[in-house]
């Protein structure tokens, strides 16, 4: 008996050994895997088996990183520093002190007091931790100074490395009147609208009746779904103008507008793309983000059920192409909207990583926080467009503190009683910030946890998001755990029939949770109206 068991082991353990060279073979080829495996050692860097990415220990890199962040972002871009044997230095306010990425990082400095206008957005004192701690480069994550060109450039005055894009690429594509004037040069698709600054409610209503009805008015320098109005009519886009600039103003120092066609009932779907300082770009697929509240997301997945290889490479090429063009150097993503013609329009690029980027990694072996670090460093990209693959499917629930019964999701702060992350499931990824006896703070964003999932297939993958979200424990606090799940169980979304009006369009009234014999009502409905059949396009 403890023999064979063993021999289980055993065997086990070299089939494991070979899909890992299977992995390496698949990215770099079979020569070249060989080449390096007799020369020097391969080190794999994982995450619960999630993603994989080979790297060589002799590659000279920086010898010291500081994130300019907080929380999952910054915890997960320690992880893979110290994978790569970079030391790393956090920054924190004063009621982070004891925060999970402090306790992570090698060193950490306290850069002010809670509010982020005084502590994580305080150029002044990060530069003078950067200083006190000699770190060589600075990764900002995302959210904060990551599109900030000022401290871009103050990095580059000291001779730092930015773990992104330079100011040009971050300046160019930050303004939507720009980057949308650039995309179109580039012959990517855009969006029929007024590519110049709306001067005031008169213009805006002129330029909407000849664009014609519904408009998109909206930030020139926005992001988050903030200082964006739709419009129907004049009246409306007279509010529209007026609420929009009064937002943008106050959340970017920024009044500028723009106006567009609106794209009504599109879908939200963006392709990542990696870029390096010697010319060469890829793109990595695409991420599936129609389910958003707020205009915020809330649940990606990776690939889209409703992509076409033909449809799935225009937008990546499309995507390429606009990156060259800016000399975009670092992981980036552009994001689009497509319709229900697979017509697709340039939205914005934004120029960091994502908070989605998991996803990404799941189903390309990639990892995307060493790849940036590489290429900042000045080497090239490892790999081809041909290398890029599609491997089974990845599903992401962003878990906030917040009640899913108010508005989708409105904040709720407390100390986190109880928190166990359901990593017994198999092939589940948790990227958070926080564990039990944490603080979620007013302060700050109420994220609690990115929950990934992956499977061979999209059924699979949704299968172990069930399991995972009903194995989560968080206590303390209110979470949207709720929704999520009866998002992913939604005939609808199962059949992958989404758009950015999911929300509303199944919960019109708001979310107020469905009973047991609701939900076997919808099943049984659906399951009729098609047959019986509810998923098998994506098995």
């Known amino acids: 008996m403890m023999a064979a068991a ?72 320690i992880k893979t520093c110290k994978k790569m044997g970079i030391k790393t230095v956090a920054i924190h306010s004063d009621v982070d002190s004891s925060a999970v990425h402090v306790k992570m990082a090698d060193e950490a400095v306290c850069v002010g007091p809670a509010p982020t206008s005084k502590s994580y957005l305080n150029m002044d004192a990060i530069m003078e931790a950067i200083k006190k701690t000699r770190a060589q480069a600075v990764h900002p994550g995302y959210g904060f100074l990551s599109e900030n060109k000022e401290f871009s450039g103050r990095l580059a005055s000291e001779g730092v490395a930015f773990i992104g894009p330079d100011m040009h690429a971050i300046q160019a594509m930050g303004d939507k009147i ?33 664009i014609g009805y519904p408009v998109m008015i909206k930030a020139s320098a926005g992001g988050g779904g903030k200082g964006m109005r739709i419009a129907w009519d004049d009246e409306e886009t007279r509010e529209g103008f007026r609420f929009s600039s009064q937002e943008a103003a106050s959340s970017f120092g920024d009044d500028r507008l723009l106006i567009e066609k609106f794209i009504d009932n599109p879908r939200h779907i963006e392709i990542q793309v990696l870029a390096d300082k010697h010319g060469n770009a890829l793109w990595l697929n695409e991420r599936e983000c129609s389910i958003q509240r707020r205009n915020q997301k809330v649940i990606e997945e990776a690939p889209s059920t409703f992509l076409d290889p033909e449809t799935r490479r225009a937008m990546g090429e499309q995507a390429v192409a606009l990156a060259k063009a800016v ?213």
């Open 6 to 77: 063993s021999l289980r082991r055993v065997g086990a353990w070299q089939q494991r050994q070979q899909q890992q060279r299977g992995a390496l073979e698949r990215l770099f080829g079979a020569r070249a895997c060989i080449a390096q495996l007799s020369k020097w050692r391969w080190y794999l860097i994982t995450s619960r088996g999630l993603h994989s990415t080979a790297y060589d220990p002799n590659e000279k890199t920086f010898e010291k990183l500081l994130i300019a962040n907080r929380g999952e972002i910054a915890c997960r871009v």
């Open 178 to 210: 720009e980057s949308k004037l650039l995309a179109k040069n580039a012959k990517v698709n855009t969006i029929p609208g007024f590519d110049g600054v709306v001067k005031d409610a008169d213009e805006a209503v002129r330029i909407a009746r000849e």
């Open 327 to 539: 000399k975009y150097s670092s992981a980036g993503t552009v994001e689009f909207l497509i319709d229900s013609k697979k017509n697709f329009f340039f939205l914005e690029m934004n120029t960091r990583l994502q908070v989605e980027h998991p996803i990404t990694e799941c189903i390309t072996g990639l990892d995307l926080v060493q790849e940036m670090i590489r290429v900042a460093k000045g080497y090239p990209l490892r790999h081809k467009q041909a290398d890029i693959p599609i491997n089974g499917w990845a599903v992401e629930c962003r878990v906030y503190a917040e009640d899913p019964y108010k508005s989708f999701g409105l904040p709720s702060i407390g100390r986190l009683s109880q928190y166990k992350e359901p990593l017994h499931v198999p092939n589940v990824r948790v990227d958070s910030g926080i564990q039990q006896g944490s603080e979620i703070s007013i302060y700050y964003d109420p994220m609690i946890s990115k929950l990934i999932t992956y499977g061979s297939n999209r059924a699979e993958a949704l299968r172990r998001m069930e399991e995972a979200l009903d194995s989560y424990v968080i206590r303390g606090v209110a979470h949207n755990i709720a929704l999520l799940r009866e998002v992913i169980i939604h005939p609808r979304f199962v059949q992958g029939d989404i758009n950015t009006k999911f929300l509303p369009d199944v919960y019109p009234d708001g979310f107020k949770g469905w009973s047991l014999m609701e939900m076997l009502s919808i099943w049984l409905g659906a399951g009729m109206a098609g047959g019986g059949v509810m998923c098998e396009n994506f098995l």
